[in-house]
């Protein structure tokens, strides 16, 4: 069974940092994109970041500059480094697998941001 697992949400000042990490429980994502969504209440779930396993990346305009992926293909890990972080990054944030039709979630982890 597939499962990814986030960690590294929190309450954080608006400026600070986090840094959130997904673990795969399988090698077989090792093939997969990999990536972060993010769900704010009342809102669409939104891509954050991406990578593909060869290390192409993808960002929201709202997070360039400013968020950072990262992918360990020996682990199976994808982090999500948060800087500068404002409170309309508040939201649930969800780790992401894809290959081709087939995707897998995390179970999400929350994100708050606020003085």
């Known amino acids: 069974q597939v499962q990814l697992v986030e960690s590294g949400g929190g309450l954080v000042q608006p400026g600070g940092s986090l840094r959130l990490t997904c673990a795969a429980s399988t090698t077989i994502l090792r093939a997969y994109a990999m990536g972060w969504y993010r769900q704010a209440p009342g809102k669409q779930r939104e891509l954050v970041a991406s990578t593909t396993n060869d290390g192409i990346t993808v960002y929201a305009d709202s997070v360039k500059g400013r968020f950072t992926i990262s992918r360990d293909n020996a682990k199976i890990t994808v982090a999500l480094q948060m800087n500068s972080l404002k409170p309309e990054d508040t939201a649930v944030y969800y780790c992401?697998?894809?290959?081709?039709?087939?995707?897998?979630w995390g179970q999400g982890t929350q994100v708050t941001v606020s003085s």
């Open positions: 992401n697998a894809r290959l081709g039709i087939t995707v897998y």
